[in-house]
């Protein structure tokens, strides 16, 4: 069983688009995280739930908006998609340390 | 900020060697940990040290931490052909923010 699943993994898209990607988590964790991954590796964090409840949000676009349905769910929106928004996207999980990532959606926006 | 950095950027060795990598962090912290990323994959946790540990160990990972000089090692030994991958530290600050920071990695290539 996938402990943190992200969908869709592959995400192909024009700029000026909107779009969501899903990511569950079926740990019992109670802090869930959206990370961004850029071309050259570096992996900084966007947001992060504890239970519901917004507790980091980075200097991020407000084009961005988590939601948290349930503390086993935390979605990302992006609206008027831009070509620098193109990166790789990696949801995590975690009950303190340390993190539980799922595998990726890859986001090229053309 | 960017909390961790890693170096040598990339690192390429015979199977058989030992590996080691390097991290060196800004801000006093509560613990550090060490992630795997396999290509086209997730990060995967390796192991963590805490503040008040100098040294651990974990099959053929160790890990060392200096506080004093704000730096942390990775040492693979007999490296094989699956270790191939990139390699991040993290660090979790003292003020509990929950923030987890990322170094940006070393690319580790085990040769045949």
């Known amino acids: 069983d996938t402990a943190v699943s992200q969908t869709p993994k592959y995400l192909v898209t024009q700029m000026g688009n909107d779009k969501s990607i899903k990511c569950e988590q079926n740990?019992?964790?109670?802090?869930m995280y959206w990370y961004k991954q850029d071309s050259k590796k570096f992996l900084k964090i966007m947001f992060s739930?504890?239970?519901?409840?917004?507790?980091i949000n980075e200097t991020v676009p407000n084009r961005f908006s988590p939601k948290s349905p349930d503390k086993a769910h935390l979605n990302l929106h992006i609206n008027s998609l831009e070509l620098g928004d193109s990166a790789v996207y990696f949801c995590?999980?975690?009950?303190?340390?340390?993190?539980?990532f799922g595998n990726g959606t890859r986001l090229t926006v053309t | 900020s960017q909390q961790g950095e890693e170096d040598p950027q990339a690192l390429s060795i015979q199977e058989g060697e030992n590996a080691t990598m390097n991290c060196s962090y800004k801000?006093?912290?509560?613990?550090l940990q060490w992630y795997r990323q396999n290509s086209g994959r997730g990060l995967v946790h390796l192991i963590l040290?805490?503040?008040?540990?100098r040294e651990k160990h974990s099959g053929r990972l160790r890990v060392t931490l200096d506080t004093s000089k704000k730096s942390s090692s990775l040492l693979i030994t007999a490296s094989r052909a699956a270790d191939t991958a990139s390699y991040f530290c993290?660090?979790?600050?003292?003020?509990?923010?929950?923030?987890?920071?990322f170094g940006k990695g070393t690319r580790l290539h085990i040769l045949p």
């Open positions: 995590a999980s975690s009950l303190g340390s340390p993190l539980h």
């Open positions: 740990l019992g964790h109670d802090t």
């Open positions: 739930y504890n239970n519901k409840e917004l507790i």
């Open positions: 801000t006093s912290i509560n613990n």
């Open positions: 040290i805490r503040s008040n540990e």
């Open positions: 993290a660090t979790d600050s003292l003020n509990r923010d929950d923030k987890i920071i």
